[in-house]
């Protein structure tokens, strides 16, 4: 009986610890680091006059207007089929709803081992369907790793209007697999280039 009782435990045990994850977040505050690289015509800086949380936030300014301008905010390292990663950003514009710019959170999959290699493209991992409203909204997406891929872009993106073009992007946060590592903006965050295994031995 003592047998059948730990063989269920263990049985119970398992899955969770196949699913564990680990979550972190970015916030840009205290840091003059903005991204990891724009595709397209955007400039990004620092804000400190809308923000969500804190003291600071990410300014995303398309200029001059054409294409869709993208921010890499976080390279996501280490995945294999089956993981799910799932990425919230918050965003702020100005504008009705039906108006833009519109900020949405988009994804692409990069599979390189060189930390180095950030700027590489591996194809489309598409996104939400939802954009931003007026005033300060959550966009968020799941995606489930397929096909071989191993490494994942979060992109925060701009939908720029005719005489409007500046967003503002706060508290991403990121959750991933035990085993996943991250690349962020911010050189000087103890999250960057490290497996959550290497974060939590050093407490």
Not at 28 to 51: H, K, Q, R
Not at 108 to 137: K, L, R
Request: hydrophobic letters at 40%.
């Amino acid at each position: 009986m003592k047998f059948m009782l730990f063989l269920s435990t263990l049985l119970l045990a398992l899955p969770l610890t196949a699913l564990a994850s680990q979550t972190i977040g970015y916030d840009w505050d205290g840091t003059s680091d903005t991204v990891l690289y724009v595709y397209g015509n955007g400039i990004a800086t620092i804000a400190s006059d809308f923000v969500h949380s804190g003291t600071q936030s990410l300014n995303f300014e398309e200029d001059p207007l054409s294409g869709t301008p993208q921010a890499c905010v976080a390279w996501i390292r280490d995945l294999v089929d089956g993981d799910e990663v799932t990425a919230s950003i918050w965003v702020y514009d100005s504008t009705p709803v039906g108006d833009n710019p519109k900020g949405r959170i988009w994804a692409h999959w990069n599979d390189h081992v060189d930390p180095d290699s950030v700027e590489n493209y591996n194809g489309s991992a598409s996104g939400n369907g939802d954009y931003s409203i007026e005033g300060w909204s959550q966009l968020e997406y799941t995606w489930t790793v397929a096909d071989g891929h191993t490494g994942l872009v979060i992109e925060a993106r701009i939908y720029s209007g005719a005489d409007a073009n500046i967003l503002w992007f706060d508290d991403l946060s990121i959750t991933a697999p035990d085993g996943a590592s991250f690349v962020l903006p911010s050189t000087e965050t103890s999250l960057q280039r490290n497996t959550w295994g290497s974060i939590k031995s050093s407490f």
